[in-house]
């Protein structure tokens, strides 16, 4: 036996590692791109909240998040009714639970 084929072998599972290691990577600046976002996110609430502002006033704060992410018209427009949905009822259960979202 020469080695060669034991060469090639940790060559091909060297290539297997960095390819793993570059994808956990990337994911991991993902999630702290994400981590950011809802950080910035439950601050302008936070502020909302100690203003007394109702739920309709989280409509501001929609166009502003959902240019955060990357994404075609169609799908540009779906991100936006679900931020809209979900920053105004999160607000009304967590912040105004004198006022129901559903009003």
Do not use: W
Request: hydrophobic share 30%.
């Amino acid at each position: 036996m020469d080695g060669s084929a034991g060469t090639s072998d940790e060559s091909g599972i060297s290539r297997l590692y960095l390819c793993e290691r570059a994808r956990r990577h990337s994911l991991d600046l993902r999630i702290k791109a994400q981590l950011e976002v809802m950080g910035e996110i439950h601050e302008k609430l936070e502020k909302m909240a100690s203003r007394g502002q109702s739920p309709e006033a989280t409509e501001k704060l929609v166009e502003n998040f959902a240019d955060k992410f990357k994404s075609s018209v169609a799908r540009h427009k779906q991100y936006v009714q679900r931020l809209r949905y979900g920053f105004r009822h999160y607000y009304a259960r967590h912040y105004h639970m004198g006022n129901s979202a559903e009003e």
